[in-house]
């Protein structure tokens, strides 16, 4: 497999993070637009059972891989076509396993949930489109080995554009939660057909000892750490399916969704880049720092602003989006997982470091933090706020960012408060300035639109003040980088 100097790692990572962002950040527009539109066709209800089923699908896709995957990425060695037999064939068994369980079971499910039959097919097309995703491991892992990020998003455009536009044409039909079903099959099958026409792997079955003990040393730890994030998580997610009315899971879902959409654009991009990246220069304590901090800084500048700006305009879209009205419970909840999420865009980079560095364990122990803490605290919060609880939990727990830091700056030397502190600052002072604003200005859907400009030109002008010679430095990075 090939090995990988220092220029080469920069030159692809700027590229990487360039094709990543330029091009999911249009497909997340794209996904937010859909979602925009669906939920005028949608009710809460039936964001809620997807919600769920999503949810009762996830906690399954954890036990699929027992993190051989991101062992292959970390492993310090080149990777043999012994390591991808393996990987494949353990994973494979794992998965064909949970399928056939899952498909058998989904009557239950359905009577467990009270789910009508089109509930039930939803499930069983989550399911077969689990299956087909799995199918795309190697391949996947074989693109982020090489940091081919150009080629790697080139599947995720067709998923996308496939499961929004036919999720949309059928809510318009009138098709409801079977909407979801058909499209995504349809994203499953367009998925793998399109990275194995980018990056074939001739599929082998079989297992070596000695590659599965060495990848099970980095991956049991590592998915254990996932399998607690399910338990923290989406567990929690089928536990609110039960304990709260569907509308009220769909007011939690609708107000996380978009609480998480500036990560989702920003960091989600960013860490899957930084982590192969990371772990390719794990043996250079300085140039590691530097990228740390250069992915912090990063985040930090496009997520800080967009939660800001989303917490103050919020309100003003429902008001003047037609058919909007019946979501403005859902803005308390909103505010708080915004809390949440700025705070995860600086702690996550930080554990995803300390993965690729090998510190699995570490990371391992936060976690078992993080799951018992939202299991005492979320029932805890929703019998004294209701559904908005799940929020308030979320955002308290979220304060162990300090702890994370703490803990972080024992391995690896960098500095939270440079880093942070212009995004902040930058960030509140736009969102006060859009706020009063916003008040005297907006009267309609085109001059709260208006808004958005004038918050990017606020906050970009104090950025730029505060951190003049940072933003100098990254810039000359990228174009050093790009002309190679």
């Known amino acids: 497999m090939e090995e990988?100097?220092?220029?080469?790692?920069?030159?692809?990572?700027?590229?990487?993070?360039?094709?990543?962002?330029?091009?999911?950040?249009?497909?997340?527009?794209v996904t937010l637009a859909a979602n925009i539109l669906l939920a005028l066709y949608l009710s809460p209800a039936v964001f809620g059972v997807y919600f769920v089923v999503s949810a009762a699908l996830a906690f399954l896709s954890y036990f699929s891989d027992i993190g051989l995957a991101a062992a292959l990425i970390q492993k310090k060695e080149s990777i043999t076509e012994d390591d991808l037999k393996t990987t494949f064939t353990i994973q494979q068994s794992l998965v064909l396993t949970l399928v056939i369980i899952s498909l058998l079971l989904s009557p239950v499910l359905g009577s467990f949930y009270n789910l009508n039959h089109e509930g039930i097919f939803l499930f069983q097309a989550l399911v077969i489109s689990f299956f087909l995703s799995s199918l795309k491991t190697i391949p996947s892992i074989l693109l982020e080995r090489k940091l081919e990020f150009k080629k790697l998003v080139i599947p995720q455009i067709v998923e996308t554009i496939a499961f929004n536009t036919i999720a949309?044409?059928?809510?318009?039909?009138?098709?409801?939660?079977?909407?979801?079903?058909?499209?995504?099959?349809?994203?499953?099958?367009?998925?793998?057909?399109?990275?194995?026409?980018?990056?074939?792997?001739r599929i082998r079955i079989g297992i070596s000892k000695a590659s599965s003990k060495k990848l099970l040393t980095f991956g049991i730890p590592f998915q254990t750490n996932s399998v607690l994030a399910l338990l923290k998580d989406d567990l929690l997610s089928l536990y609110l399916?039960?304990?709260?009315?569907?509308?009220?899971?769909?007011?939690?879902?609708?107000?996380h969704k978009w609480a998480l959409a500036p990560l989702r654009i920003a960091m989600d991009n960013m860490i899957r880049i930084t982590f192969p990246v990371f772990s390719r220069i794990q043996h250079d304590k300085v140039a590691l720092g530097i990228a740390i901090e250069r992915t912090m800084f990063a985040i930090s500048a496009l997520v800080m602003p967009s939660l800001v700006g989303l917490v103050v305009l919020a309100p003003y879209f429902i008001r003047h989006i037609p058919r909007y009205e019946k979501w403005e419970p859902a803005l308390l909840s909103l505010s708080l997982f915004a809390i949440s999420s700025a705070l995860s865009s600086v702690s996550t980079p930080l554990t995803n470091a300390l993965n690729a560095i090998g510190k699995v364990k570490v990371t391992l122990c936060l976690m078992v933090f993080w799951t018992l803490t939202t299991w005492i605290l979320t029932p805890f919060s929703i019998a004294f706020f209701g559904y908005n609880g799940v929020a308030f939990a979320a955002a308290a727990i979220s304060l162990s960012l300090f702890i994370?830091?703490?803990?972080?700056?024992?391995?690896?030397?960098?500095?939270?408060?440079?880093?942070?502190?212009?995004?902040?600052?930058?960030?509140?002072?736009?969102?006060?300035?859009?706020?009063?604003?916003?008040?005297?200005?907006?009267?309609?859907?085109?001059?709260?639109?208006?808004?958005?400009?004038?918050?990017?030109?606020?906050?970009?002008?104090?950025?730029?003040?505060?951190?003049?010679e940072q933003i100098k430095q990254d810039i000359a990075f990228i174009k050093e980088n790009l002309k190679k």
């Not at 200005?441 to 003040?465: D, S």
């Open 168 to 201: 949309l044409a059928l809510a318009v039909n009138g098709f409801g939660i079977l909407s979801f079903a058909y499209a995504v099959l349809a994203r499953g099958i367009l998925g793998l057909i399109t990275i194995y026409s980018i990056a074939p792997w």
């Open 241 to 255: 399916g039960k304990v709260l009315p569907f509308a009220e899971v769909g007011y939690i879902g609708f107000a």
């Open 404 to 468: 994370v830091i703490y803990i972080s700056k024992r391995y690896i030397q960098f500095d939270v408060f440079k880093i942070i502190y212009s995004p902040v600052f930058s960030s509140t002072v736009m969102g006060i300035a859009i706020y009063f604003v916003s008040q005297y200005f907006v009267g309609n859907l085109f001059t709260l639109l208006l808004m958005i400009p004038l918050g990017v030109i606020i906050y970009a002008g104090i950025l730029y003040i505060i951190s003049k």
């Open 4 to 29: 990988l100097d220092i220029q080469t790692i920069a030159k692809r990572s700027i590229h990487g993070v360039l094709a990543l962002v330029s091009r999911t950040f249009f497909l997340n527009i």
